[in-house]
Every structure is written in structure tokens, then in C-alpha cells.
């Protein structure tokens, strides 16, 4: 079982893509070099990524505790530490009302590896609230807080599991409601849990990894979408 143990590596995002990317946003669909027109979204999309333009603005960074990088058209991450938790962010833009969906690729053979959706990211950006899913088929909706333990606000503050979430899948489609308090974790488009929590309601987003005891892991992300919720 992975351990409450926030150990954080902050992937700065890359300031000139960022501010560049976040003056797109004015837009309903961004344009973004290298994203294909027909990735599918909705009107109302404020952010899509299929990670094949390594200047789409993601923060990127390696170190002796992990990796974070454009690689083959996705965003892989890759722990080289145990009970490691570490994210990149597609630009410095508050949101509030959102739904995300992003593409989760099992590239390891750790049986326990955690990933998902950063949302609400404060100004101390080790303060957000976040949806991890595992490959062996648990989850939680959780809200990390600058020099306190995480707290996860499903199941009683522990992991719980669900019927809908395949163990040791190669691929998994992650999703995400944020908004007015309101956090709903879905899994292959099945909603998986719910919950209330207005410690934060709006901030940034954000896409993580967070490694278990043992050899190192690695997941990458592909064809993310950040819809305003309706």
C-alpha cells in the first residue's frame, strides 16, 4: 500500500511557453503547434495536449529522484526513489468549474504506482487537491496542505477500491470534476466517488506521479482535455 507520505518534486513549468500558452486561452480551443485539429473536445474546452509538441508548455526536469519529459507524443514520468510523489503543470492560469480527462499509460512493471489529476493548486504549490487512482485498483480524492499530512477525504481517510478500476491495466482514461467544492473521480468514464471539500476551490492543475517502495516506476500521460464543467 503506497504510504501517506508526501515526499514533493516540483517540475517548474517553462515561463515563455507558459505565459505564451496561457494567452491562447482567451480562445474556446487553443491553438497549440503540433496538436492535431481533430483530437476530440467539446466547445467549451479551455486546454488539449497530446504532449507531440515539447513546447506545449508542461514542465519538464530529471534529477536522481525522477524524470519528467517529452518522449515519443506523451508526457512521461519516471520515480527513481520510493514514496515519490512528483508533477508538472501546463502553465500558471487559476481555474474553477472544470472537468479534466487525460490518457494514463502502465509503463511498469511496479504493481503499485499511483497517478491521476492535480486541481486547485495554490500559490504554495504543495497545497491542492488531487485524485489518485493505482494500477492495482484503488483510489482515492485527496487534499494535500504545506506542512500537514494528506488527507484523503474518501473512505475515511484511507484507500478504497472499486469494482470499476482493473488491476494491471495498460491503459487507463482518468477523469476529473472540479468545482465549487465539489471533486468527482471517474475511471474509463464510470463516476468512481464524490465528495465536499472547500479548503480550496479554484487554482491550478497538474498531472502527477507517485511511486511505492521498490525498483523504479513510470506511467506516461497522453490526450488531456480540460473542459468548464456545465
Sequence with gaps: MLKKIHATAIVPVVLLAAVSLACSLMSSVPSIPGIPDDLPVAESSLLKDDFSDSSSGWGTGTDSDSAVEYEDGVLRMTSFR??????????????????????????????????????NQQV???????????????????RAQIALEDVFLTND?????????????????????????????????VEIDSVSDL??????????????????????????IMTELE
Design 124 to 142: 504554495v504549490d504543495s497545497s491542492f487537491h488531487y485524485f489518485v487512482v493505482t494500477n492495482d485498483g484503488e483510489y482515492a480524492i485527496a
Design 199 to 224: 479548503t480550496f476551490t479554484e487554482g491550478g492543475v497538474g498531472l502527477f506521479l507517485w511511486s511505492d517502495e521498490g525498483p523504479s516506476g513510470a506511467i506516461s500521460y497522453d490526450d488531456f
Design 157 to 189: 481517510d484511507d484507500w478504497a477500491t472499486s469494482v470499476a478500476i482493473p488491476a494491471d491495466a495498460s491503459e487507463y482514461r482518468v477523469g476529473a470534476d472540479c468545482g465549487q467544492g465539489e471533486l468527482t473521480l471517474y475511471v474509463n468514464g
Design 82 to 119: 520510493e514514496f515519490y510523489f512528483t508533477w508538472s503543470t501546463p502553465n500558471e492560469e487559476n481555474y474553477d468549474g472544470v472537468h479534466l480527462e487525460v490518457t494514463v499509460n502502465n509503463e511498469s512493471p511496479d504493481k503499485r504506482l499511483g497517478f491521476g489529476i492535480i486541481c
